[in-house]
């Protein structure tokens, strides 16, 4: 069995598409599919099952797809620590972390850490989308939803609250909402059909059953940018919408409030260098726990 067949088989089970899996790899999708079919002659195994729509693991692919996926982690620890083990405090420290908490919070708080540790060199991503933990892909990552499964260490760090909130400028020109009904007469922003699964997502749902956003994006800073146009109304983490001078909409309905996660991928965390970055990241989060719940 050639051992570089399992990114190829991680990549199509966790995406069920040749082409997804062949631009994540950046190879063509028949050298995607050749690669699976070898797997799978090397295992004497099927693996997958192939639907117009897509790939589907058998039973025997879902018992190989964990083991997989903590070999892969080995292999790239392994990689890691021959490159850098020249020196414990330099080398790349991976963070993924949700949107605006990575841009508003951690970047700005960071000037220390990149000051006394220059060989330190910090690769962010900072989106809304979690992370696929079991790959782990990240030294160190930050969410508001607990893992299902992958081998890291998480603690606690407080919470973060959500709202809703206009521009006044868009209350003093349709009127502030007095009550839950009267949502239904304003401009709401909401999130991609794809994203509907997100927690702010579902809370809106379930507030108002039915509602139907006059806008939809896949970013929190597309729906910040949209409410500090005067566009409408959205759900949005409390600190971000009072740093830009947001006002808060009916805000005698209980807010959102999301547990904060970090957490370290088991074996970065014996590395000088991610102790180090952690340790940053949780003296800046306690430093803004007030305004990250509201």
């Known amino acids: ?44 195994s099927t ?39 020249g020196d414990r405090m330099s080398g790349v420290v991976r963070i993924d972390a949700p949107e605006l908490l990575g841009q508003q919070i951690l970047i700005p708080g960071l000037g220390g850490l990149m000051r006394d540790y220059p060989g330190i060199r910090l690769d962010i991503r900072s ?18 939803v607990p893992p299902e499964r992958g081998s890291y260490r998480m603690r606690s760090l407080g919470k973060i609250a959500f709202g809703l909130y206009a521009h006044q400028d868009y209350l003093d020109a ?26 702010m997502a579902l809370w809106l749902e379930e507030l108002f059953p039915g509602l139907q956003p006059a806008m939809r994006f896949a970013s929190f800073a597309a729906q910040l940018t949209a409410v500090e146009s005067g566009f409408g109304i959205a759900v949005l983490p409390c600190f971000a919408a009072l740093r830009t001078g947001l006002t808060p909409v009916l805000s005698d309905i209980p807010r959102l409030s999301l ?26 989060l306690t430093k803004s726990a007030d305004q990250l719940e509201g």
Not at 50 to 71: C, F, I, K, N, S
Not at 178 to 197: K, Q
């Open 174 to 199: 349709h009127g502030t909402p007095s009550n839950e009904g009267d949502l239904s007469a304003h401009r709401v922003i909401g999130w991609s059909e794809e994203l509907r699964y997100l927690s």
């Open 47 to 85: 693996l997958f099952r192939r639907h117009v729509d897509g790939y589907e693991l058998t039973e025997a692919g879902l018992g190989l797809q964990m083991p997989a996926e903590q070999a892969e982690t080995s292999v790239k620890a392994f990689e890691r620590s021959a490159q850098e083990a």
């Open 127 to 144: 989106s809304v989308r979690p992370v696929q933990l079991a790959t782990q892909q990240s030294d160190i990552v930050l969410r508001i």
């Open 1 to 44: 069995m050639d051992w570089n067949d399992l990114k190829f088989f991680i990549a199509v089970a966790e995406l069920k598409s040749l082409s997804a899996a062949s631009r994540r790899l950046g190879v063509s999708t028949s050298t995607v599919s050749r690669r699976i079919d070898a797997l799978e002659r090397a295992l004497g």
């Open 259 to 284: 547990d904060l996660w970090l957490l370290v991928q088991d074996q970065a965390a014996r590395t000088p260098r991610v102790q180090i970055v952690k340790d940053h990241l949780i003296a800046i």
